[in-house]
């Protein structure tokens, strides 16, 4: 009325309602010593968009808030839960505790809550009622901003239709699926027999080729070399494009600042860089925020392991030679033979892990691996010698290939860089043992150690022009475009594997699901 010219009416357009309220819908602080569940007003339905923000709560609400909010609610939903799922608990209960008999909710999720630690709340749910109703992925714009959300609606169990996606089924399950479903799968093995995530730097730690190539070559007061505490380094968008030239400076978790500071260069390096970062909050700021020395050990054991990175479109696992720094983006196994290389690629597991994971985003942006549901929760067969053997070797094959496509011939050279390297050192598998000498370290007691010229293989580039075609041939152009010999070297893998489990590669991915689901329950009992 106003931008047409017209006076708009003075009166209100909505008489008061008392029964929306203008507070905490989920902790009252009313008296801050004695937090306690508000109470909600009575309704027959409750709609709302919580608002979403992961496990990590105490930046955006406060240590204070955050401990009561967990003490409120830590016996009925998760701590690390999205803050969106006290709304769904909160509701649930409201429905479950109700005179009324037709009080139903439906609310907005992020669309993590069907990830396994979040979908606590809906497993609740499904206890005392169930889905009727949802919406497992919709684009969700707000002033520019597109993020992926679910909808689900829920009651206590009187509605007899179920609609998902828009289509009327039997069952909705809590990771908003029907079918087979997959969430009853149970945990087989302790991940981090295998698993490790990469180190989290938290800072500049990390250098770029030139810098490395410079520092490992400059001397200490100490007289070791810079080696023992420099790696090349690799991240996600490296481990499935083609630059993997950078480098990382890593103290472990066994270097103190005395002994740290000894590497005058690096540590110089890092008082510029990290120091700053972090001032006096954190005391051994010369290391990684989370250094992972369980990786450092297992992969010192093995040369070399599998990554993969842990939100991807494609799930694409690569080996990795042991002496290289993976950063928290990857996933990796500390495993060096091909038969489980062969398995975790195969079409068996992309399949249950693409089942137990949760979307990032879109579809297309992929999902999220997660150990404890897509690994731990993966029935392995009892294959025989023969077919571990049988699956090793179309593993190796699509390694090969892959990698002859990546890094081909014709565009490729080998430079090899040389440095003193520490015999037992991150780098020992490429010291040249006749250039081997015996030193006894200034400042370490009378402590000897053995320091040899390392022999660092390195593939490059011809020239700029081959420079600018392997920036294109990256492993993510690789599976969208997936050519001919690439999808016949999984068929084969596939084969190999099916073949161990006892079943056909023709079967549809719900059989497949349906059959691994069997193989979990019967195992975990």
């Not at 007691?445 to 660092?456: L, M, S, W």
Request: with cysteine; proline share 6%; aromatic share 10%.
């Amino acid at each position: 009325m106003r931008d047409n010219g017209f006076s708009p009416p003075s009166n209100p357009v909505l008489e008061p309602i008392e029964s929306i309220q203008c507070k905490d819908a989920i902790l009252d602080l009313t008296n801050p010593a004695v937090p306690r569940e508000p109470e909600w007003p009575e309704a027959e339905f409750i709609v709302g968009n919580p608002p979403f923000l992961g496990g990590e709560k105490r930046s955006e609400l406060g240590d204070d808030y955050t401990d009561a909010l967990y003490v409120m609610y830590g016996s009925r939903i998760p701590n690390a839960s999205d803050l969106c799922c006290y709304w769904f608990e909160k509701a649930r209960a409201c429905i479950t505790h109700t005179h009324t008999h037709r009080i139903r909710a439906g609310l907005l999720a992020t669309q993590g809550i069907r990830g396994r630690l979040n979908r606590t709340g809906l497993e609740s749910i499904k206890c005392t009622g169930d889905i009727f109703f949802a919406v497992s992925d919709q684009e969700w714009v707000l002033n520019g901003a597109a993020v992926h959300v679910s909808m689900i609606g829920f009651d206590n169990g009187t509605e007899t239709t179920r609609v998902l996606d828009g289509q009327v089924v039997e069952t909705i399950a809590t990771n908003l699926t029907t079918g087979v479903d997959v969430t009853q799968a149970m945990s087989l093995r302790h991940s981090n027999e295998f698993y490790h995530e990469g180190t989290k730097k938290g800072a500049k730690f990390e250098l770029t080729y030139g810098e490395l190539e410079r520092l490992l070559l400059l001397p200490n007061p100490h007289g070791r070399p810079n080696s023992d505490v420099l790696r090349p380094y690799i991240n996600g968008m490296e481990l499935y494009g083609a630059d993997k030239s950078r480098g990382i400076i890593y103290f472990g978790v066994e270097f103190d600042l005395e002994q740290a500071a000894l590497y005058e260069a690096l540590f110089k390096l890092i008082e510029e860089r990290v120091l700053p970062r972090y001032g006096q909050s954190r005391l051994k700021w010369w290391q990684h925020e989370r250094p992972r020395p369980g990786l450092i050990a297992a992969a010192a054991r093995l040369s070399r392991y599998i990554a993969t990175v842990r939100h991807s479109k494609h799930r694409i696992f690569v080996w990795l030679e042991s002496s290289i720094l993976p950063d928290s983006a990857l996933g990796i196994f500390a495993v060096e033979d091909d038969y489980f290389m062969g398995l975790i690629q195969s079409r068996l597991h992309s399949a249950w892990s693409l089942s137990q994971g949760t979307q990032v985003r879109e579809r297309e942006s992929g999902f999220r691996y997660t150990p404890t549901t897509c690994f731990e929760t993966f029935p392995f067969p009892q294959p025989t010698d023969h077919q571990r053997a049988a699956i090793a070797a179309p593993a190796k094959e699509l390694d090969a290939l892959r990698n002859n496509w990546l890094n081909p011939p014709e565009l490729v050279r080998t430079e090899v860089l040389e440095f003193p390297g520490t015999v037992g050192g991150p780098w020992d598998r490429y010291i040249d043992r006749a250039t081997v000498k015996e030193i006894t370290p200034g400042g370490s007691a009378g402590a000897k150690t053995e320091i040899g010229t390392v022999k660092y293989p390195r593939v490059v580039a011809q020239n700029d022009e081959c420079a600018a075609e392997l920036k294109r041939r990256t492993l993510t152009n690789l599976y969208n475009q997936r050519p001919t010999w690439l999808d016949h070297a999984h068929r084969k893998l596939d084969a190999a594997v099916f073949s161990a489990y006892g079943w056909e590669p023709s079967i549809s991915d719900d059989e497949l699901l349906a059959n691994l689901l069997a193989l979990n329950l019967a195992a975990g009992r």
